[in-house]
């Protein structure tokens, strides 16, 4: 067996082994249900079923996050993914067609759409080249989209060059479909010397996928303005199982369940909304890739 079929086969393997534990969130959700079906529904129990809830969501996107890193890291080793044969036709094609031609670097296209078939949580798979210019992106119809062709200036990129590491992205304004998205990056090394900076290789996560798996919890069976909601680094929402508020923009930066997250500590706490509104607000840090989001779970207050 090669080294590349060895390579693909211990992917395989990694990547069914993290598929099997995400596979289980939903029999975790309604587990933690049942054991914290309590009738008295005073503050101090709602804190305590709310805390167990945004616990089990919080590994649950840890989960997710993992695996979609892991897969990137499995296919960065990939000789296919670790060269870029066809860099020179940049200096022609980079302003027109934000990268490489359709047909160009077929090998290296062939690895993204197999990721792409083989895991929804991803939207896009990308290739930059060491100074940050756009390598190829797939699906093409998202390369041709771009409104942009260098992204050194994203945080993701510098996440992972300056980490030499996986890095996840906070939410961004993506440059091909003009809604928000997150991407975890990491740095791919030359096959010569394994040491020199190649390029990034990335995915962008699939907001509609979380969205979709957190709305089908019907988390208002515990009040009916019951809301959960990811939230990157900054504050910025990524995720909502609000159905009606998941595609418009919010920041929770100013929230102190937000900032107890963000700085490791898990709980619930009184919190003033943006409306001045008081909610009891469940919260838990998501630690992935050298960042820090949050899960909060938003409910009003039970009256006295």
Aim: charged fraction near 15%; avoid cysteine.
């Amino acid at each position: 067996m090669t080294g590349t079929s060895k390579l693909i086969q211990y992917g395989l393997a990694t990547f069914f082994t993290l598929m099997l534990i995400t596979s289980t969130f939903a029999m975790q959700i309604q587990l933690a249900y049942a054991q914290v079906n309590i009738n008295n529904t005073t503050d101090s129990n709602n804190s305590q079923k709310n805390i167990l809830i945004t616990n089990i969501l919080a590994k649950n996107l840890e989960n997710r996050i993992q695996k979609a890193g892991a897969i990137l890291e499995i296919t960065s080793k990939l000789p296919q993914v670790r060269d870029a044969p066809y860099a020179d036709l940049l200096n022609q094609t980079l302003t027109t067609l934000r990268g490489i031609p359709q047909q160009a670097d077929i090998e290296k296209r062939k690895v993204a759409q197999d990721i792409l078939i083989a895991d929804k949580d991803f939207e896009v798979i990308f290739s930059l080249m060491p100074n940050g210019d756009m390598y190829m992106e797939e699906p093409y119809y998202r390369q041709q989209n771009l409104t942009r062709d260098n992204f050194a200036f994203r945080d993701y990129y510098k996440g992972a060059v300056n980490t030499g590491n996986t890095y996840l992205g906070n939410v961004i304004i993506s440059a091909s479909s003009g809604l928000p998205q997150t991407n975890i990056a990491l740095p791919v090394y030359s096959i010569k010397d394994n040491s020199t900076l190649a390029g990034i290789w990335a995915g962008g996560i699939n907001f509609n996928v979380l969205d979709k798996e957190l709305q089908s919890l019907n988390l208002t069976s515990l009040d009916d303005n019951a809301r959960v909601v990811y939230v990157d680094n900054n504050g910025q929402k990524a995720v909502d199982s609000d159905v009606n508020k998941s595609t418009i923009p919010e920041s929770f930066a100013n929230l102190n369940s937000f900032k107890a997250a963000i700085s490791g500590q898990a709980g619930s706490t009184i919190d003033t909304m943006n409306n001045n509104t008081k909610m009891l607000v469940a919260y838990q840090p998501v630690n992935a890739f050298h960042n820090t989001w949050a899960v909060l779970l938003i409910q009003p207050q039970t009256p006295k």
